[in-house]
């Protein structure tokens, strides 16, 4: 089973950037699509951004350009870094993978099987 912990959250300006990472334990994630949620307090968890083990990649409505995942196979971490961040931004991110990496999952958070604690970010003046 895959341990998923995420870090690199915090409080920061509008305008601001932060870079949350997910690090893995216990599976080596090279051949895994990886994904990015949140959840906005009151809100459904929505998708934010994957990465195909090919490293094609994948955003959520409105988040391109802003956004961007990568990920570092030799130290078993993604990376999301957000840029120009907005207070509607603000949320608990989530990393998740599915329970294969012959799974191929997309935008819907029932593909993934396994997800981190969560990691608070917060967008304000």
């Known amino acids: 089973q895959v341990q998923l912990v995420e870090s690199g959250g915090g409080l920061v300006q509008p305008g601001g950037s932060l870079r949350l990472s997910c690090a893995a334990s216990g599976r080596t994630l090279d051949y895994y699509t990886i994904g990015w949620f949140r959840q906005a307090p009151g809100k459904e968890r929505e998708f934010v951004a994957l990465i195909r083990w090919r490293n094609s990649t994948a955003y959520g409505e409105s988040l391109k350009g802003r956004f961007t995942i990568s990920r570092d196979n030799a130290k078993n971490t993604v990376y999301l870094q957000m840029n120009s961040l907005k207070p509607e931004d603000t949320a608990v991110y989530y990393c998740?993978?599915?329970?294969?990496?012959?799974?191929?999952?997309?935008?819907?958070?029932?593909?993934?099987?396994?997800w981190g604690q969560g990691t608070q970010v917060t967008v304000s003046s």
């Open positions: 998740a993978v599915p329970r294969s990496r012959y799974d191929t999952p997309g935008r819907a958070r029932n593909d993934y099987n396994y």
